[in-house]
Each structure stands twice: as C-alpha cells, then as structure tokens.
C-alpha cells in the first residue's frame, strides 16, 4: 500500500511539468525511500529491506559528476525467520548524464565503497565488506531549485560476511525514488512574453537572425564621366533591412541603391561598402571596387614590309592602335609623301630621282598611317626607302652622234 501511494504521488507531481529548458545546478542533494531485494548465495532465502539513500553530487559540466552515496536499510524477517538486521552502504563514484538541461535528464553512474550489516539491530556486532553500485535513473525538472526521481535501479553487489551465514558474495538489486534539491550553476535566461514570427519565416528570436548581403555591381572598371549601379542583394523575404554606403570609408548614401561615376572623379581605385541592418538581423557588410580610367588617344606603329624597294616596286603597310576610354578604334587611314597608297598598298610608282645623277640614288619615303576613336586621333610614322639603280651617263645612240661630231672638228 505504501509503495502504492509514493508511486502516485511521484506521478502526480511529474504530470504538469513544462518541457522547457533547465540551468546546470553545480551541487545536487538527493534525498529518497530506497527498496532493496537482497539475495544471499546459498540455502539462505531471498529477503527486502526498506530505508532511505542520500546522494551527494558535484556537477564538473553539464554531462560528467561525481557522486556519494549513504544509504541505512532495516530488514525485518527472511523467509519467515525474524533477522531485525540493519545494513548501512557508502559508495561513492562518477556520474554520466544525458540531456542534463533538458525536463527529463536520464543518467548512468558505477559506484564503489563499502556495506555494514548488523543482526538483532545492534551496530556494535557488525561487519564490513566491499559493496559495488551500478545503474541509473532519471531527474525530472519541476523548478529552479528542485527535481523529481522517479525512479533509479541498480545492480547492488555486497562482499561480506553475514553474522547468520557464512555468505560472501550476495547479488542484490536496490530501487530508489525521492526529491533531488540543486544549488549554484547557471541562471536561466529571461524568457520572452510571447515568440513572434521574423521576417523570414521562422519562429526564433528575430535576433538570431543572420542576415546574407552581397554587393552586386554592373561594372568594375568605368572611364571619367560615366557612372555605374551598386545594388545590394540580400536573401529572399528580408522586409526591413536598412543600408548605409561607404566611399573609401566616408558615409554617402542611405538609399536602397549607389550611382557611383560622373565628372570630377580622379582616375584610381575607389573602395565601396555597404552595410545592411534592422531591428531583426544582425549587421552585415559586403564590399566592391571600383576603378576609374583616364583617357588615353589611340596611339600605336607602323611599319613597311619590305622596308627596302626599288623604284616602281610596292611594300605592304601594316599599323596598330590602342586607346582608353575613346569608344572603338577605326581602322587606320594610310599617306605617303611621295608615290601613292592604295589601301594598304605603298607603290613607289613616281618617287622623284634627280636625273642628272647616274649612280644608283635612294629616298625615304615617308609613311603615315592615322587612326581615330570617338574623341580624337592618333598618328604613326615610318619610312620606305625607294632605290633606283645606277645607269649609263648617256643613251648608246647618244653616244654614238657625240662620238661622230668630235672626229668632224677641225
């Protein structure tokens, strides 16, 4: 009848409580009724014995402890026949927890020490052996300061020699249920009213949310006078977010999105931050870099292939340009100061020699090649040297009416 009563009034109390999360106590005290069935080896009968089990336990973390356990049990008959025997254990040995801060928290324990039995009630006839305990159980939360075993059960192993029977080794099993008492460790966190929906969907503290951003930009390079969008990107359904933009550190802008470019900017790298936040998220920040091109004319070679012709030959023309910032370059435009060019074609056709001269005569040519972008031009130079060959001081017949008229003089 009485275990009856104590096991429904551990179940009433364990009934109503809240699963909520629970502080890691430092100490513990545990006080309870304790049933053991002790079996003797031998012809001895198995016997029960009733009495109460203290625990003293220390909390090293939320999983690991050390506990000691005391323990005084009275047994009445066994098998019929009055024993009044007492027994007192004392054991002491590590704990391992579960989900200690949960409601519910399960634990293991092996624990080690010794057992003291007496007959006929009398302590001063008693003896001392080994005793070995080695089970579990669990706590259930109901306070702060307080929590219900319902139940722990172990392998109660005594070593002793009983003052009836010679009997050493007795394998026994004890059952415990009582009220644990917590002292020291963590406070609780403060607990919210009531737990509103984020942003996002999600029923956490809104403060935990954890907000993504990412700057996108159009373009990393711009030239002087142009202008470039910044836009940042957050992940889906972010209402609420607020951004604050950086120039090479210097705030410039609130709004949801950076015009960067326009006159007046000198040509270099300029660093552009942004930085998101709002009452639900924690800040973030996101970063790009911008570079800013001066203009630069289209400027390049050109060059003769052959450089070297004679006269009434024709050398092919090739010429590059680069440029910066002017737009698409056109294809160059071609000139020689003598002879003519058709389209990439120097003919030496008409390069003036002079005509008195009868060895062999050379003349650089002067080659220009133009190219233009949308702003301006630029202009490259080089030379072809035209050669015309040596030739006789005078044509044969020539030479031949000379040579007659000097034997007619006188």
């Not at 999105?257 to 552009?272: D, N, T």
């Not at 630069?296 to 010429?319: C, D, F």
């Not at 003598?338 to 003036?352: A, C, K, N």
Request: glycine share 10%; net charge positive.
């Amino acid at each position: 009848m009485r275990k009856r009563a104590a096991t429904g009034l551990v179940l009433l109390l364990t009934a109503g409580v809240p699963a909520s999360s629970q502080p890691v106590p430092r100490f513990e005290t545990y006080l309870g009724y304790s049933y053991i069935r002790f079996r003797p080896a031998g012809d001895f009968p198995d016997f029960n014995a009733n009495g109460g089990t203290a625990q003293f336990i220390y909390n090293f973390n939320p999983r690991v402890g050390l506990v000691g356990d005391v323990g005084v049990y009275h047994a009445g008959k066994a098998g019929g026949i009055a024993i009044d025997s007492n027994s007192a254990n004392f054991q002491a040995g590590p704990r391992v927890s579960i989900r200690k801060k949960k409601t519910v928290s399960p634990y293991v324990q092996a624990l080690v020490g010794a057992i003291r039995t007496s007959a006929a009630a009398r302590f001063a006839d008693a003896e001392t052996g080994f005793a070995m305990l080695a089970g579990g159980g669990f706590n259930v939360n109901v306070g702060r300061r307080i929590s219900i075993r319902p139940a722990e059960v172990s392998y109660f192993l005594t070593r002793q020699r009983n003052p009836v029977f010679d009997v050493r080794n007795q394998n026994n099993l004890r059952a415990s249920a009582g009220a644990v008492f917590l002292f020291g460790g963590e406070r609780p966190a403060l607990q919210g009213k009531a737990t509103r929906m984020c942003p996002d969907g999600s029923a956490a503290p809104c403060s935990s949310i954890e907000l993504s951003l990412q700057l996108h930009a159009e373009r990393t390079e711009i030239c002087q006078g142009e202008t470039v969008s910044l836009t940042p990107v957050t992940g889906s359904n972010r209402a609420g977010v607020q951004y604050r933009w950086l120039l090479n550190g210097q705030p410039v802008s609130q709004d949801t999105q950076l015009q960067f470019g326009g006159s007046g900017l000198e040509p270099g790298a300029y660093r552009i931050a942004v930085t998101g936040s709002g009452a639900p998220y924690r800040p973030a920040s996101a970063e790009a870099q911008i570079t800013v091109l001066e203009y630069r004319p289209p400027a390049g070679a050109v060059q003769a292939n052959p450089a070297e012709i004679y006269e009434g030959e024709q050398s092919t023309l090739v010429a590059a340009f680069e440029g910066q910032c002017g737009g698409p370059i056109e294809a160059p435009v071609f000139s020689a100061s003598e002879g003519t060019v058709r389209d990439s074609q120097f003919d030496s056709t008409g390069v003036g020699f002079d005509p008195s001269v009868h060895t062999e005569q050379r003349k650089a040519v002067k080659i220009t090649a133009t190219a233009s972008d949308n702003r301006t031009s630029g202009v490259a130079t080089t030379t072809v040297t035209v050669i015309r060959r040596a030739s006789a001081p005078y044509p044969p017949g020539e030479f031949f009416e000379l040579l007659v008229s000097v034997r007619r003089r006188p």
